[in-house]
């Protein structure tokens, strides 16, 4: 009877205790809220980013809305990173290049010259708060048929004039009919307060990603993250 | 006559079949991580309503939840728990909601106004003691069936306002249908506040009827067993 010589030893099982206690621990390890870009949270960003690429319908527009819709000029926020506000350098002109045919400096004036776009909709910010005013600017579309953008170039980087702020977006969100260089708000030209002399502005997206004091457009192959973006925000953060 | 059965009767069938006891224990970290997380994202910007239009029935404007209560530290780290976790929840419900449907289990768990009013005003009363007897019941009494029904209700709007927050634009068709942006941030928290009051409902039913916890854990007895 050998066998019954065998120290009874207890198998090692995955019992239901410890089964929760390793996924609860897991789970911890792998969801940082430091570096929610990492682990198994930056996992399910690329995901969801991915999901959120299947989403995107160039065709969909934001409704366009009715005046009495907008927000009272003094309620709607305003913001920069600069420890104060930042004001255009003398001399003002957007660099566009990356894979362009034809790297530019162009000036206000002849940004105005390109055909002009304006619209009335609703502001998503981050926090969760909406707003709404009317943006009146060119396309980053027809800035890219300007300047000739290759058609390679699969992002756009656009850099500013506040403390570097900057932000990189995919090209068909930036190429959506309602993705704009505002030079105009509420249908006067663009106050300080908000990003003058220009800033992106857009339906698509979050606000952190709409960069204000515009310096630079930028068609690149690559995605180059963001001011935000390297402080842990979604990259992608459509809407 | 001919028929055929895939699938066996609800009534044979334990009182927790294995398919509802999974979803049901893998709600329980899922809405604790939204909960948490939600409130978090709502410290960011603790108003109702647009800019410069708050709503004016919002008791708590500006007013931030409770840090205990959070989840994620900081809005960046809670948004992405958040979206790390929520579309679990909606694959949760989704697969119980298919169980519900294709097992029959919708039969003995759902609330039909016509069949379950009168049960759940009878059960009503002999909670608040103006009845000596419960009234008979099967699996579940009609007040049950109503809060589970509602419970399932309010998980259905979560997702849908969810979604509205999460992509109003590319989802523009769905804002519309809730009232807007704004309007389904407001339903968002509400569904919060009402699974809040059902779960201590629910925990404080479950105290009450110790035996419903086991079957909700081991599955319970087979009828004929």
Redesign the interface.
Known sequence: MRRLLVPLRRPVLLTRRSALLGAAALTASACDSARPRAGFLGTMERVNQRLQEALFDEDQLAPELAPEDATAPGDFPQYFVSESMPLAPGGWALKVGGLVERPSVLSLEDLRRLPRTEYRIRHHCVEGWSAVASWHGVRVSDVARYVGADPKAGYVELRSFDSGYWSSWDRPSAFHAQTILAYGMNGQPLTPAHGAPLRLYSAVKLGYKMVKYLTEVNFLPEPTGGYWEERGYEWYAGM | MFSCRIVRAPESRRPQPWPIRVAHWVNVPLLVIMAGSGLQ??A??P?LG????PYAWYPFQGIPPPAWAR???????????H???G?FLALNGFAYLLYLALSGEWRRRLFFPRRDTRNAVSTLAFYLRLRKEPPPQELYNGLQRLAYTGALVLGVLAVLSGLVLY??????ALA?LLGG??TA?AIHLLVLAAFVLFTVGHVIMVLLHPRSLGEMVTGGRRPDA
Do not use: E, H, N, T
């Open positions: 994202i709502l960011a910007y108003m647009a800019q410069g239009r989840l994620g530290d900081w809005l960046a780290g809670a948004r992405s728990w979206f790390a976790f579309g992509k109003p634009v590319q989802l523009g519309r942006y704004d941030r």
